[in-house]
């Protein structure tokens, strides 16, 4: 017998199928939306100088669907360098894509190297193992910057906090490795994208255009950096996130299984289902 269906149930069959299809798609991109646009109920607050989970001074906050750094309940600065981690756990292998954009005025008592200064810190320490006073979390630091209205500043810098780097062949101790980017002068949206794999390699990008990348990443005592949490930074000066996501790169490479993905780069076999 022939089934016939009536234009909503076809169109019902036909959704069905296509969703069926999309999520069994080996081509189809997972992102993680790290930062839901509502509020910051994934992500953990640390201050220097306050316990972790608390937002001193409301540092943090979500408005008009963006994550925002203010410094409006500040009176000074005061070296109180923050930084918020996202709860979604430790990635090694992975891509992230974050756009921001710097506003307003440097609070009072910030240091001047941090004028238009923020960071996608990655492959950091557990936040929970940081000190109270402890400035900044031991990491790799794409750093973000934005221009004075006339002088060139490059952004997606690397900057690197109890870390080193190989760059263009040869172990480096420079804190600051700066990249090819253009100068982004105002209050304009910049597109910020890393690609990292372990400690082999990392590559920036800035609004789709690769301006660094550096290899062989490490700890002080020169122990790889292979893998670690995320976070953003609140360095004195006013910015905004609308989008911040991250893409797994680590999963089932088994073509046989159900969740095989074709842009993994590192295969991870207890994850495979079939």
Known sequence: MIKRFTGAALAAVILLTQTACAANDPDQEEWIDLFNGKDLSNWSIKIRGFPLGENAFNTFRVADGMMQVRYDQYTDFDKRFGHIFSNAGEFSHYKIHVEYRFVGEQVKGGPAWAFRNNGIMYHTQDPKTMAVEQDFPGSMEYQLLGGNGTEPRSTG??????????????????????????????????????????????????????????????????????????????????????????????????????????????????????
């Open 157 to 274: 810098n690397l900057c690197t906090p109890g870390t080193h780097v190989v760059f263009n062949g040869k172990f480096t101790e420079d804190h600051i490795i700066n990249s090819t980017s253009d100068t982004f002068h105002g209050d304009q949206w910049v597109t910020a994208e890393l690609v990292v794999q372990g400690s082999e390699k990392a590559e920036h990008f800035i609004n789709g255009k690769k301006v660094l990348e550096y290899t062989d990443l490490q700890w002080d005592d020169r122990t790889p950096n292979s893998s670690g949490f995320i976070a953003l930074q609140a360095e004195s000066h006013p910015i905004d996130f609308r989008k911040v996501r991250l893409l797994n790169l680590e999963g089932c490479m088994d073509k046989k299984a159900k969740n095989y993905k074709s842009y993994y780069v590192k295969a991870k076999p207890k994850a495979c289902l079939y």
